[in-house]
């Protein structure tokens, strides 16, 4: 063997050492933590986008890995059957509608001293020229708004959802359901869901950016969410207005059928476990709650793997507790900010979320208890269908195929995935009264 050889080999044999130090040091339950995130934050923020090549990832491969997912969230891809599938970054725009609000209002959009959206009509508020030139503060309110008002058509609607509550021990085959990996499966809830934008909708340029409906001018979206099964519970639904002036707070009204009546959800109960599942109604799709409900910080960019573009219908988790998608992934640049609540009762003490530069969509949301210890992982699967001039509007969103949380600290975790075609096509509008009238909710079983 010539001295080049020897070289190469030595070489090679201390990088795969420094590699498994790199795992070694960043699964240790003492970086479960806020203090080891923004450490990793700073030491991995040059972590390129093609630092990792398109192919066929395992185990072996973990080490790579260190340097784009965070310390806490990290071992939970330290199984034997890891498969993963990394692709080539995508390019996803949004509609064209939404391309030419954002060009014609570009510029016009403002933060205000306390954080509040100003001056806005329609489309993306915010560049990322904007962002960067801003301080951390206004940039973080930049980067919520954007996420906010990202290209959604005009809502959607996903009939039918299924969630298994998981927790860690050992498992009974679940490949009917697409939990292929390890973890108890105690029960399972269907539900349905509806979000209906009303007001600031870029394909309405014509009808000055929103639904013409009497009161509907002052609403951002009105959501539903209706269970499905099992029986016990079935007929529960919620019914949310979201107000374009967000101090006036959403409007939550709850109806109950071994009740039979209809109670409206303070702003405290928005931060208890919904339906004994570890998401809390703002948890939903990485945080739907109020911006105005946090101070929001900029911390920086950062390259991330998530599920932009599944290639499954029906989302395949596996894994010690089934909460890692087997799918194929891409690195995605991502805007990370942090959200503290504003209530100091809040159970959370902060949120970090990385969204996609991009697209808007959040990639990954870790959330931190008071004490500052890593608590609960937020992720999910996306589906993108067409781009382009000639793409269908209601083809051209991210389309979200299942939702994933991870109780850390009581080793538990809930999988929604969607079970029937989500449409993003325009409502009937006549219909929307009666499918979000609280008045009618009283006359279920």
């Known amino acids: 063997m010539n001295s080049s050889a020897v070289f190469n080999l030595t070489f090679a044999a201390m990088r795969v050492l420094i590699l498994i130090t790199l795992l070694s040091t960043t699964v240790q339950a003492s970086d479960n933590d806020y203090v080891a995130l923004k450490r990793w934050l700073t030491s991995e923020a040059a972590a390129p986008a093609d630092g990792i090549a398109p192919g066929h990832y395992g185990r072996q491969q973990l080490a790579e890995f260190a340097r784009y997912i965070p310390p806490g969230y990290l071992p939970e891809f330290d199984f034997d059957d890891l498969s993963l599938d990394i692709e080539a970054r995508g390019h996803y725009p949004a509609h064209q509608s939404f391309q030419a609000a954002s060009a ?92 209906t934008y009303l007001s600031q909708l870029a394909p309405l340029a014509e009808q000055d950016y929103r639904v013409k409906l009497r009161g509907e001018h002052n609403l951002l979206f009105k959501e539903r969410i209706e269970i499905l099964a099992p029986f016990d519970v079935a007929g529960t639904t919620i019914i949310l207005e979201r107000p374009l002036d967000q101090s006036a707070g959403d409007l939550v009204n709850s109806y109950l059928p071994t009740e039979r009546r209809v109670r409206r959800l303070s702003a405290k109960e928005r ?57 194929r992934w891409q690195l995605r640049p991502c805007y990370v900010v942090e959200a503290v609540p504003r209530w100091e009762g809040h159970p959370y003490g902060r949120r970090v979320l990385f969204i996609d530069a991009e697209t808007y969509s959040i990639a990954l949301t870790l959330i931190f208890d008071r004490q500052d210890r890593l608590y609960k992982v937020v992720n999910g699967t996306y589906q993108h269908s067409q781009h382009g001039p000639d793409a269908d509007a209601s083809l051209t969103t991210a389309r979200m195929r299942s939702s994933i949380v991870i109780n850390l600290l009581e080793r538990t975790a809930n999988v929604a995935r969607v079970i029937k075609p989500t449409d993003y096509s325009a409502p009937r509008f006549s219909q929307l009264d009666r499918i979000f009238s609280v008045a009618d909710l009283n006359s279920g079983r």
């Open 271 to 327: 931060a208890d476990s919904w339906m004994g599942t570890n998401w809390t109604l703002d948890d939903f799709g990485g945080y739907a709650g109020l911006v105005m409900d946090n101070t929001w910080s900029y911390i920086g960019r950062k390259v991330v793997p998530y599920v932009i573009n599944t290639e499954h219908e029906l989302s395949i988790t596996h894994g010690p507790l089934s909460v890692i998608p087997r799918d």
């Open 104 to 195: 014609r209002f570009a510029g016009q959009a403002r933060i205000g001293s306390d954080g509040t959206l100003q001056n806005y009509a329609a489309g993306q508020p915010f560049s990322d020229a904007d962002i960067e030139a801003a301080s951390a503060d206004s940039a973080g309110y930049m980067v919520a708004w954007n996420h906010v008002h990202r290209w959604e058509n005009f809502g959607f609607v996903a009939p039918q959802t299924t969630i298994s509550f998981i927790r860690a021990g050992a498992t009974a085959s679940k490949r009917d359901n697409g939990l292929v990996g390890g973890g108890v499966v105690e029960r399972e809830l269907s539900m349905s869901y509806r979000r």
